[in-house]
């Protein structure tokens, strides 16, 4: 696979990923050209002894980790306790809702998450994080309650 | 609507289609150029070629005095001091972000508290022996001319307590709290992987 191919099949996933980390668009469009930099110089030294999407996937959650040390743009935004009423909200206006539920869950569920919504496997998930599988199995349902409850308590989407 | 396909669907809109394209992407990785790294790779290679040019002295410059070959030794103690460290910090600087999350947390969990004795320690040790040197290495070439002995003497005190008591301070202050946050802020992520592990 060249780094073409890797870099179209996984850009946007990378993306979607840092977006849910960092809730901020410009710092998750930094992170994604950052974590090709580290898969352009280092694609010859990968060995296949892992899924090159777990390789992948490494290199952009740890970028996200060390974001912390950059700055704090890192965006919670507070959600408000009772939204209006919308008759129609966008599809825009849902994502935004998404993304700052997942700002509120602390660092390591948020990276859980935004694997789980990537349709990546636990098993995958489990070796990028570094928790045996039992332990994602249990964080994936704790984080899902409390998304739901996020949803829940603001009515969305209903 | 909050289960888990619904979530998949709103996470799948966001748009990346202002990503760079393959080719953009090439480009920018090649004209892509670290500027903490050649900060640090220019300095290795200045303490190198200064440390280089203390030894040419020694040889070309054979001084009688105690105090000058002191002075020479210490000064290079410094300079090599200096340049293992950076060298140091560059190969961890290169190891790659491969390993999983948790191990990643404890690789820069350490790298905090190596820079944390860093500038406790390390730049302690090496700021005296470059000091000391240099205070000892000037003595055979002024001693004979009060003047001159005064000046330079004078000079280089002065110099070595502002950068002692000024600069230093302030830039241990700065770094220090900038890095006891990190490490404050690692610590709380790393318990969120270790505190939930069956």
Redesign the interface.
């Known amino acids: 696979m060249d780094f073409e191919q890797i870099y179209n099949q996984y850009s946007p996933q990378i993306f979607r990923v840092c977006m849910g980390y960092v809730n901020d668009y410009e710092q998750a469009k930094d992170l994604t050209q950052e974590t090709f930099i580290s898969v352009w110089r280092n694609l010859s030294t990968f060995r296949n002894q892992s899924k090159i999407s777990t390789w992948i996937f490494r290199i952009a959650t740890n970028n996200c980790l060390r974001a912390l040390e950059k700055n704090s743009r890192i965006t919670k935004v507070e959600l408000p306790f009772h939204l209006p009423d919308v008759p129609e909200e966008t599809q825009e206006d849902k994502l935004t809702f998404l993304y700052n539920c997942i700002a509120e869950l602390e660092e390591i569920d948020r990276i859980i998450i935004s694997l789980v919504l990537e349709d990546l496997p636990q098993a995958e998930i489990a070796a990028i994080v570094g928790l045996s599988h039992g332990n994602i199995r249990i964080k994936v349902h704790r984080i899902k309650d409390k998304l739901a409850t996020k949803f829940k308590d603001h009515g969305q989407f209903e | ?4 396909n ?3 669907a ?5 748009k ?1 289609d ?3 394209d ?2 953009e ?2 480009h ?2 090649r004209k ?1 150029r670290n500027k903490k790294l050649l900060k640090i790779v220019a300095l290795v290679i200045t303490m190198i070629l200064l440390i280089g040019i203390m030894i040419w002295v020694i040889f070309v410059y054979k001084s009688t005095m105690l105090s000058t070959r002191f002075g020479e030794a210490f000064i290079i103690i410094s300079g090599i001091i200096f340049v293992s460290t950076n060298l140091n910090s560059l190969l961890r600087f290169y190891k ?10 404890q690789f ?1 969990e350490q790298t905090r508290l190596r820079q944390q004795f860093y500038y406790r320690r390390t730049q302690v040790v090496a700021m005296a022996f470059c000091a000391t040197g240099l205070l000892a290495y000037l003595y055979e070439g002024a001693y004979k001319n009060t003047m001159l002995f005064i000046g330079a003497y004078t000079g280089t005190v002065l110099y070595l307590l502002v950068l002692w008591f000024v600069v230093r301070p302030r830039v241990f202050k700065k770094e220090e709290k900038k890095i006891n946050a ?1 490490i404050e ?2 610590e709380s ?1 790393s318990k ?2 270790n505190n ?3």
Request: charged share 20%; hydrophobic share 50%.
């Open positions: 609507m909050d289960n888990l619904d979530l998949k709103i996470w799948l809109t966001a990346t202002s990503l760079p393959s080719h992407m090439v920018i990785i892509f790659l972000r491969v390993c999983s999350n948790k191990e990643f947390l820069l990190q802020k690692l992520i969120q992987i939930d592990e069956i």
